[in-house]
């Protein structure tokens, strides 16, 4: 307990107990102030890179290429499919706390497929509030106070929060570019395996890993899983798997599941999302998949938070999935013709980016590029000290170039700041008409 | 509870985790601490047991008819609308529905409440509750829980780390109540509950099961509790349009000294009957609801969009019609109050004593009266309603709920001889209650 934790509870028993003698020494305004203390789980978690950005990008007249969803039209079946759903009447009632029925069958086809084994819909299988909602169930689930959490920089931001949250510890290892070469592909950058190695210790509870990674964009190969996975059961940690964008791989590259690597199953929680596979981010669905007896401990947390998921969008989702699996391997199935329709816009990004004379860092998969803005050589001197040099930028590019970003320094920890704080991430998602509006603003930098 | 939490990682290690191929994994726990104790649930227990039973559900409280058409036709609208409707909003509540929220209920509250403040949309009125508790519960902090209490407030507080204590309403005189107006808080045994640790009380008004609709000299008596003590309120109303025979809703924020230490909790499940929409918000003082966000931001950060665009058309059109015979909010507790009365009538023919609620979606019938032979090894040991309930459901294909489950272990022995009816269903549903009823007490 905090020592000023102690003083104030101190001083509570105290007017409790003497309430006369409390009243000349506090007004009822003070007394109240005190009890009104907050959980202290909570403290130094408020800030949020997405709340800060969100609302500076809001203005229609930006060119918003931050915050990670599509302006690009989710397919229309999903969206039939859930005008279809909620017009029948059970459909917009409650339905099965840990995964609508038609939801966990359908994921569970898709996955066992997947992963070439049967993935237990009612047993494996937890539906959340997206991705998000997942991340957050494992960690309450799995990870207590005193653990240690591994997390591979940069991440996407809320996994160091909710570790906090949990009473655990973040320990972070970054992503590093290979050296001597500039870096051009998202496989230039890399973990090292004797700095992983030397993150696993005896309060290590789990490491959390992101494929295809966000913001940077790599795709974890099987013999860099291989790596992990030999750790993780060296040590006998968990591993948490985000790949919400597990689609989104690009040509030359493959989107390998930890999960299916020999010991992983029963130590790994996958996540996957619906706003990611089908382009509906607003409807806010995701899953954990893992072996009973860690999906258990997630659906004890889901039954105690939120308890059930909103049953029509859940509908329409397994709808959406049964369609595709009915297509799967076939260039029509979105699965594959999104991430094909995303490789010709992440082309067109990298060369508006090229042509304004940076360097971007070409993603193997998801939607993000990173780029570095140092040739842009733009003075921020007169911004002040007090934040790294991206989120300033991307202040100052917003309000100013009218086009916005998020800075990449969201995605890593203190240590790692510097190392970072010429990049910022562009999400490529969007209009072939709003990245062409990126690119007259970074054509026309120079021109005030 | 607190004992068995500190030897549990001790008890753990004697027992290691093995899996299908005989691998261990983690010799030591693999759960957190927090999960420990709140893995049951009555809920996921008896409507497995409802469906496999394909029994007649007056269990789960929701509604088995339609939303009403209006916000049928916004949830299409906002599912046919723009693109933005399908991406994420913004995480605190879409934009338009913190507005229509914080317009409607400023003028019901007699105090301006500020949409971006002081209101925080969350996945229903659950989320809404575990926020509450997750933001401002902490180790060691004690909350008063009135019984009979919605199930999951007391594994919340467990997992908030506090410490649930419980006063429960009782049933006054000593004769047969026939009203849920019949039970009481009594304001002594409260405040025998209040100790230096107490941080928060949270109260259910209309209550479920019970129907009590809390008047406003119940509520004043909690509140200048709360303002004597420095608690805070947690007062959870997702009823609150539904009440009976002239029975008022009073909100505890519109007591003197109550808007800054009260958290409102509000569900667009029950109020427009779309129970599976999962739209519910706090709404609260700006520095209580600060707090919440941090916790809404790191667990879900964001709710649908669209379900929260047609919620959002719907309370405009309520703003407009409030007071109205069009009113939904005037004609959902009507046709409910015939239903209310159609499952009291059916209950009582067939010897049963419901307790008339005042408010809400719940009656509770007292089974005493009641001679079974629940002959059944698998629920020995589970209290009596428990089993009167699994039995009902097995050999008579009705589904209810035991009430003992709203009450603590230290006060359910006292109850145990209630079970809870749902009667927001269609009348065919009733009307097969009732004949199930009908044919059981003939046969007696």
Not at chain 2, 157 to 186: C, E, F, H, I
Not at chain 2, 369 to 375: E, G, I, K, T
Not at chain 2, 382 to 395: A, G, M, N, P, Q
Request: contains cysteine; aromatic residues 10%.
């Amino acid at each position: 307990m905090s020592y000023t934790r102690r003083i104030l509870n101190a001083f509570r028993f105290t007017c409790r107990s003497f309430p006369t003698n409390c009243r000349r020494f506090c007004t009822s305004q003070s007394v109240m102030a005190s009890r009104h203390t907050h959980a202290k789980r909570i403290e130094g978690l408020d800030k949020n890179v997405w709340v800060a950005f969100t609302s500076l990008a809001a203005d229609p007249s930006i060119v918003n290429l931050g915050q990670g969803f599509p302006d690009i039209p989710p397919p229309s079946y999903v969206k039939d499919a859930l005008a279809k759903a909620a017009s029948v009447d059970r459909m917009n009632q409650y339905t099965r706390g840990f995964g609508h029925p038609s939801l966990v069958k359908a994921l569970s086809q898709v996955y066992g497929k997947v992963y070439s084994r049967q993935v237990d819909p009612l047993k494996e299988i937890l539906v959340t509030v997206g991705g998000y909602g997942s991340l957050f169930s494992t960690i309450q689930g799995l990870v207590d106070e005193g653990d240690e959490v591994i997390i591979v920089e940069p991440f996407f931001d809320c996994y160091v929060p909710m570790v906090r949250m949990a009473g655990a510890k973040p320990v972070l290892i970054p992503l590093r570019p290979k050296s001597g070469k500039k870096t051009v592909s998202s496989a230039d950058w890399y973990l090292d395996p004797d700095e992983l190695s030397a993150k696993f210790s005896s309060k290590t509870k789990a490491i959390i890993i992101n494929t295809p990674n966000n913001p940077i964009g790599k795709v974890f190969t099987r013999g860099e899983l291989q790596v992990i996975a030999d750790l993780c059961i060296k040590h006998d940690t968990l591993c948490f798997s985000d790949e919400v964008y597990e689609w989104l791989v690009y040509k030359g590259h493959q989107h390998v599941k930890i999960a299916t690597l020999p010991g992983m199953w029963d130590r790994t929680i996958t996540i996957g999302s619906a706003g990611k596979t089908f382009s509906v981010t607003g409807w806010k669905l995701g899953w954990s998949i893992g072996p009973e007896h860690l999906i258990k401990h997630l659906q004890t947390v889901m039954q105690n938070t939120l308890y059930t998921c909103p049953t029509p969008l859940q509908e329409a989702v397994a709808q959406g999935l049964l369609l595709n699996y009915k297509l799967m391997g076939q260039p029509d199935c979105y699965f594959s013709s999104l991430a094909e329709e995303l490789e010709g816009k992440r082309d067109r990004l990298a060369a508006i980016l090229q042509e304004a004379g940076m360097s971007p860092v070409v993603p193997e998969g998801g939607y993000f590029m990173l780029v570095d803005v140092t040739p842009l050589n733009q003075d921020l001197s007169h911004m002040g000290d007090d934040e790294a040099y991206d989120y300033k930028f991307v202040k100052w590019m917003i309000k100013e170039k009218k086009l916005a970003a998020i800075p990449v320094t969201a995605f890593v920890g203190e240590e790692s700041k510097e190392q970072f704080e010429k990049y910022i991430r562009l999400c490529f998602i969007k209009e072939d008409s709003t990245l062409e509006a990126a690119g007259d603003i970074l054509k026309n930098w120079r021109k005030v | 509870m607190g004992i068995i939490r500190i030897l549990a990682p001790y008890l753990t290690l004697l027992r290691p985790n093995l899996v299908q191929n005989h691998q261990l994994i983690m010799a030591r726990r693999l759960y957190a601490s927090r999960t420990i104790g709140v893995d049951k649930n009555v809920w996921v227990e008896f409507t497995q047991l409802a469906a496999d039973y394909k029994a007649v559900n007056l269990g789960q409280g929701f509604p088995d008819f339609s939303p009403p058409q209006f916000v049928q036709d916004a949830f299409c609208k906002a599912v046919s609308g723009g693109p933005q409707m399908h991406q994420y909003t913004r995480a605190f509540g879409h934009p338009r529905l913190v507005k229509s929220l914080a317009k409607f209920f400023s003028r019901v509250v007699g105090h301006e409440i500020d949409p971006f403040e002081d209101v925080l949309v969350t996945v229903g009125a659950y989320q809404a509750l575990f926020c509450a508790f997750q933001a401002l519960i902490d180790d060691g902090d004690e909350v008063i829980i009135v019984e009979p209490f919605f199930d999951c407030y007391q594994p919340m507080v467990l997992m908030a780390g506090g410490t649930a204590v419980y006063v429960p309403l009782r049933p006054k005189g000593g004769s047969s109540v026939l009203s849920s107006g019949d039970w009481v808080l009594s304001a002594e045994e409260l405040t025998s509950k209040i100790t230096p640790r107490t941080k928060a009380i949270i109260i259910n008004t209309p209550n479920n099961p019970l129907g009590k609709v809390y008047k406003v000299e119940e509520l004043q008596m909690i509140a200048d509790l709360c303002i004597k003590h420095d608690l805070l309120c947690f007062s959870d109303e997702v009823y609150e349009w539904l009440t009976y025979d002239g029975a008022k809703h009073v909100k505890i924020a519109s007591l003197p000294g109550m808007w800054e230490r009260t958290v409102t909790v509000g569900s667009a499940g029950k109020t427009f009957s779309a129970t599976g929409w999962k739209v519910g918000w706090a709404i609260s003082s700006g520095k209580l609801i600060k707090h919440m966000k941090i916790i809404h931001q790191n667990s879900v950060y964001h709710c649908a969009t669209a379900a929260q665009e047609a919620v959002s058309h719907g309370f405009d059109r309520e703003y407009e019609l409030f007071g109205t015979p069009e009113s939904y909010f005037q004609q959902l507790p009507a046709m409910l109050h015939q239903k209310r009365q159609k499952l009291a009538s059916c209950l009582r023919s067939v010897g049963l004593q419901p307790v008339m609620p005042e408010g809400g979606y719940f009656m509770i019938t007292d089974i005493s009266s009641v001679n079974v032979d629940l002959n059944d090894e698998s629920t020995k040991n589970e209290s009596y309603d428990f089993r009167f309930v699994k039995w009902l459901i097995k050999e008579k294909g009705l589904a209810t709920i035991p009430v003992s489950a709203f009450f603590s272990p230290e006060h359910s022995k006292e109850f145990d001889k209630y079970i809870r009816f749902c009667f927001v269903k269609e009348d065919s549903t009733l009307e097969a209650a009732e004949e199930i009823l009908r044919k059981w007490s003939q046969k007696e």
